[in-house]
């Protein structure tokens, strides 16, 4: 199967990604798996460029662009990998209009990414950027939003979690909208 092929298989539920793992069985993980396993955020939200974490994950091409935008299948299961992340990071997920907002009481593992130099910031913006090229801007959108407020409490602190940089890393990959 050609490299780019692989990711609409795996989205399909078709196939596994590089360590045997398919994509419901990663949704379905526990806090703890999706925060000390490395190599499958690459999976569920795929770029263009080559990780530097994961070189064994596929890329995103314009015509595995073109397919998940056309299909609400993908569509559908790239939504579901963003709630649980969402679930993952403390944040909730609103529908009907879709917005993001942070639960009461973000503490323990949720608000573990919530410290400098955390690797989840690399993750965050990698989703961001994700959502907005396979079509679920929306999403990305409200995530953006959500993500605004927590800097804007963040970026007085004396030792903010999200710094300058990273944000500017967000607004990028939340602007980033791929083929048209």
């Known amino acids: 199967m050609a490299t780019d092929s692989r990711l609409i298989a795996f989205y399909s539920g078709k196939e596994s990604d590089h360590c045997g793992r398919y994509l419901q069985d990663i949704q379905n993980w526990t806090n703890d798996r999706l925060e000390t396993i490395h190599d499958y955020i690459q999976w569920l939200f795929p770029l263009p460029e080559v990780s530097q974490f994961n070189a064994a994950a596929p890329l995103l091409t314009h015509e595995v662009i073109v397919e998940f935008r056309s299909r609400p299948d993908l569509q559908q299961n790239l939504r579901v990998s963003f709630l649980r992340m969402m679930e993952f990071y403390g944040l909730e997920v609103h529908v009907e209009p879709i917005t993001v907002t942070r639960l009461p009481g973000l503490t323990g593992n949720?608000?573990?990414?919530l410290s400098p130099g955390n690797h989840?910031?690399?993750?965050?913006?990698?989703?961001?950027?994700?959502?907005?090229?396979?079509?679920?801007?929306?999403?990305?959108r409200a995530f953006?939003?959500?993500?605004?407020?927590?800097?804007?409490?963040?970026?007085?602190?004396?030792?903010?979690?999200?710094?300058s940089k990273t944000f500017s890393y967000r607004r990028g990959a939340a602007s980033d909208t791929g083929i048209e």
Do not use: M
């Open 110 to 113: 949720s608000a573990g990414w």
């Open 120 to 140: 989840n910031h690399l993750r965050i913006t990698r989703i961001l950027r994700c959502l907005n090229l396979l079509g679920l801007k929306t999403e990305a």
């Open 144 to 163: 953006f939003e959500c993500l605004s407020k927590i800097w804007e409490d963040e970026r007085s602190k004396r030792a903010p979690a999200v710094s």
